[in-house]
């Protein structure tokens, strides 16, 4: 049993959970980018340039058996999808790093409490005054 009570205190952590939304999230998005790619971008790309289909490019190699190929157009799919999220992801990290920045702007422009005084110096304060009300004229 307490091997499953540590599993669950592991898996319920913030940093776990946090971690496989990422990873939820991110595969998602992926799903949506390699559509964007190859049923959106893909095709008009292909028309412009002679009603090409990226993913049928091929360098066939001469075999006896069966044909072996070399399929460029699905790593030019690939090249472009990657290219799609790293843009993505740097939009993210650009929008993360600004407003990171803003809030340290604001903690920095935002007025500094003095510090409390010491129970020290409370005292010496509170003798200070008692003295100066026995001898007014010091």
Known sequence: ????????????????????????????????????????????????????????LAIKLPTDTDPVTVNYGLFINALINFMIVAFALFLVVKAVNRMRKQLEKKKEEAPKEEPKPTKDQELLTEIRDLLKSRHPEA
């Open 1 to 56: 049993m307490p091997l499953i009570k540590e599993f669950r205190e592991f898996a319920v952590k913030g940093n776990v959970v946090d971690m496989a939304v990422g990873i939820v999230i991110g595969a998602a998005f992926t799903t949506i980018v390699q559509s964007l790619v190859k049923d959106i971008m893909m095709p008009p790309i292909g028309y412009i340039l002679g009603k090409v289909d990226f993913a049928d």
